[in-house]
């Protein structure tokens, strides 16, 4: 039995069907995504949707929907789904008997005495998607209708009917092409048996984006029809339907839906999964190895693909990964900081006061998967990691900046620094300027690490430069954060104020290898952390005590930001918390762990099937909020699962030290013993000796 599934009576509920969506991609930016019963509820829903490097590299839509028609004895069965204004029609989801997602998306309809299934995949680096029916039951002659809609317009628009779109259909090997606008490639539409095309160009109009309407977009579009292909198929067989930008052979299609089939990894548990969505962050594009911060709509940012890599390198268990993603990373390193964005179509450079931090906390990682030394790493990476310490220390910008307490200072009214990056279009919706808490943390780990590698590596000049920042950092981290009446850390200062805002960015500095706080220190932070910001789905964003508190994240861009970073649960941070807890209490804290991760299970067939969503409401029951996919979540529980595993390694290993130890000691103990009554043993039968000798002496002088 698949382990993503979900039966009839689970889907007969069109509203709830409509709130969970599949995903599928081609490690090439592409993917196809759409909600379990096929109608599309979002302008980023679509079957075939690619990057066009002619067009800034952005994502296109250009296979909306393929509606499927089973004519049978002269009456058709739809079994499309689409919203119109006030109604659902057709309404096919009432005929999906069974859901599944193994290593394809597959779907098996059933109306009367017919049977369908149908498996939907990405062909890994290529832009294509393969759909494959197969009709397992039918008493009589049956024909198979299916009916491509196109769209060909940005992910981040929407297409309305007009006079300029061309839905004029050529001829190729097993189907069509269409091209309805001159600056996109042909749209490939063939299949894997002869099969009949008829023409037949409609707009079809007015369908509704449920999800768009939510979120304040426009979220009304006119998609164009170019016709139907039609085939006959018999109890048994099947037919391969391709989507492509490419042509290929029709007569392979068959074969190569069973390869990419079997190279699929397999989905049958909760790390298996989590593993295999990460896989789909990864991207091979213009000769570079990056992560997608998300889908559907996020591009590949460099904190982001910092943060995520170590979690999703653990998902293929290579140390290579973290080579080619950090290889391509150094393409966007400018004059000691990383570029806000990973793509070759960027128009402006923007550096954020963290990330190039972020890029010190990865390499550790990397040494801990195994990847190289702190010795090697310094010879690869130590001139990108002098630089970026230089930069900040000599106040090469003035926006990001080491002050005189050897602190790091980030200051942007226009825009915000951290990860809290909303802004308002005139501002910082949440304004952390100043001395901030996480960025100063990740500032002293960098420093200490960077000594480390540097001692290893025996580079005396380096060390001599920097050997007294540690201690000055941490004196001035102290001084400058700590909230002594409060007992934990403030979320940014200055050097009159500091907000004590609880937030769960002071848990960086608790759990870094080099961080400033003492054990005792960081056992207040987590009590506070636990307190307020704890839940099933990660930490808050901002205490539900707080004023500004905002638990769901809901309506137009502005107020879905402002309870994103004012009250929304983000589980990236459960990384973080795990492994601090593990540092202070030890294996004790084991079973804890174990049952916060295993919390995130049943998300895996809420929101995004599979997936991990970007936030959750501040509130029970902390619904799933925003992308349905988001890539340092997911990295993050892999981590913290891997720490978990390490963590138990380490238990058992110590018990069993522990137990050999005693079983040393009981047999030392018992040799001792046995020694003792055999000297016991041997000093009476010696006295005994003495003492009949001694008689018969005595018995001799009478």
Known sequence: MAYLKFKKDELIDLEDSLDKEFLGTNRGGGYCSSTLVFCNTRKYHGLLIVPMEHLKGRNYVLLSSLDETIVQHGRDFNFGVHQYPDVYEPRGHKYIVDVAYEKAFAVTYQVGGVLLKKELLMVHNAPQVLIRYTLLEAHSETHLQLKPVVAFRDIHSL??????ANADTTAIDGGVKVKPYPDFPFLHLQLSRPADFVSLPYWNENVIYKKERERGYDYTEDLL????????????ESVVFSASTEEVESKALAKGFEKQLKERKERNSFEECLQYTAGQFLINKAGETRIKAGYHWFDSYTRETFIALPGVALSGNTPKLFEEVLTSAQKYFYNGFFGKTISTHVDEIKVDADTALWYFWTLQQYEKLGGKTKKQLWKTY???????LEVYRNRENPYIRMEDNGLVWSEDYTRSLTWVDADTGSGTLVPRNGFVVE????WYNAVCYALAMAEEAKDKEFIAQWKDAPEYIAQNFITTFWLEDKKYLADF?????????????QLIACALDYSPLSDKSKKKVLDIITQEL???KGLRSLSPKNRLYEAVSVGNVFDRDRATFNGAVHPWFIGFYIETNLKVYGAGYLPEAEAILAEFEEELQQHGVGCISAIYDGNPPFRSRGCISKAKNVGELLRAKRIVEESKGEKEESNEKATSSSKKQVASSEKKTTAKKKASSEKSVTSSKKATSSSKKKSASK
Do not use: S, W
């Open 382 to 388: 130590g001139d990108t990691l002098k630089r970026i």
């Open 439 to 442: 960025v100063n943390a990740l």
């Open 493 to 505: 200062a200055n050097y009159t104020n500091q907000n004590a805002d609880v937030r769960p960015n």
């Open 534 to 536: 704890l839940t099933p």
């Open 225 to 236: 029809g170019i016709g139907y292909f039609e085939i006959t198929l018999k109890k048994g």
């Open 159 to 164: 297409c309305k009917k007009n006079d300029l």
